[in-house]
């Protein structure tokens, strides 16, 4: 008689659940999360912007190489 494979348990959890595994994919590797954290990254902007302190004249704050940074308005 045959023995029956037995999963690991990781690969018994993606079986068990592989249509939300195959829709975390899609999630992950198509358009939806990177616009979702774009939406939050300009979400934390304006509202930062709003509440930091900052000198008078100086514009809000703008994305750049990873940070947020200000600068005297012209």
Do not use: C
Not at 4 to 21: G, M, N
Not at 41 to 47: E, G, K, S, V
Request: proline share 5%; no cysteine.
């Amino acid at each position: 008689m045959p023995k029956e494979f037995t999963f690991t348990p990781k690969f018994k959890l993606i079986v068990d659940h592989l249509k939300a595994v195959r829709t975390l994919n899609e999630y992950v590797n198509g358009a939806g999360l990177k616009k979702d954290m774009q939406d939050l990254a300009n979400y934390l902007r304006q509202d930062l912007s709003s509440s930091v302190l900052r000198p008078a004249g100086w514009e809000d704050l703008y994305p750049s190489e990873g940070g947020l940074y200000s600068s005297l308005g012209g």
